[in-house]
């Protein structure tokens, strides 16, 4: 049994998508709606509403890193939600440690899991998000590894990882 919605404000169903924290120069802005779409070469695509500051700074600076935060950031991710670049200075507010800025000068954030720097290829206009498609050329891989990414289900609700099973490799 089934309940069926039209549109995806009512239809209150959880999907956890892994959240970053998407760096345009100084500005911290938290990113679920985002997938790798090519492996050769390594291709994101990122879904950024027009309204928010972010697409200003994107439009203007075609680069940005992907901060892969870990869950235990969730409130602080949930806080920059709710802020807009052009009014706050989220990374002051973050108190969030800076490890450096890649080339374009787009800010590192030392508590990733993980760090993709993107340069922008291609855009796509479509509904209220616009797609901003980047080559990843550079990642940085934590040696500390969380184990815990950050997931966002919508609606303010957070979760993580349980069991991480592997899946038999022999057919
Ligand atoms: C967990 C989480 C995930 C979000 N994912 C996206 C997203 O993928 N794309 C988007 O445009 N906004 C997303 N938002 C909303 C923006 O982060 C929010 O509007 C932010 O204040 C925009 O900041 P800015 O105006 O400085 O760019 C998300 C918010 C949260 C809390």
């Not at 009512?10 to 959240?19: F, G, K, M």
């Not at 291709?43 to 309204?51: L, M, N, S």
């Not at 991710?77 to 108190?95: F, I, P, R, T, W």
Request: aromatic content about 10%.
């Amino acid at each position: 049994m089934f309940n069926i919605y039209d549109n995806l404000e009512n239809a209150t169903h959880s999907q956890p998508r892994v959240t970053t924290l998407l760096a345009c120069q100084d500005n911290l802005m938290p990113a679920s709606w985002h997938m790798p779409i090519s492996k050769s070469p390594f291709r994101y695509a990122i879904a950024v509403r027009e309204e928010n500051y972010t697409h200003n700074l994107l439009e203007k600076h075609q680069s940005f890193t992907l901060n892969f935060l870990t869950f235990e950031y969730y409130e602080l991710v949930n806080m920059m939600g709710k802020l807009h670049g052009d009014s706050e200075n989220k990374l002051a507010k973050s108190g969030l440690e800076i490890e450096g800025k890649d080339i374009n000068n787009n800010v590192l954030l030392s508590a990733s899991d993980f760090i993709y720097e993107c340069e922008v290829c291609d855009t796509y206009k479509n509904g209220d998000h616009t797609i901003f498609i980047a080559d990843v050329f550079k990642i940085h891989v934590n040696e500390k590894q969380s184990q815990k990414p950050m997931l966002f289900s919508g609606r303010g609700r957070y979760a993580t990882l349980g069991n991480t099973v592997t899946a038999n490799k022999r057919v």
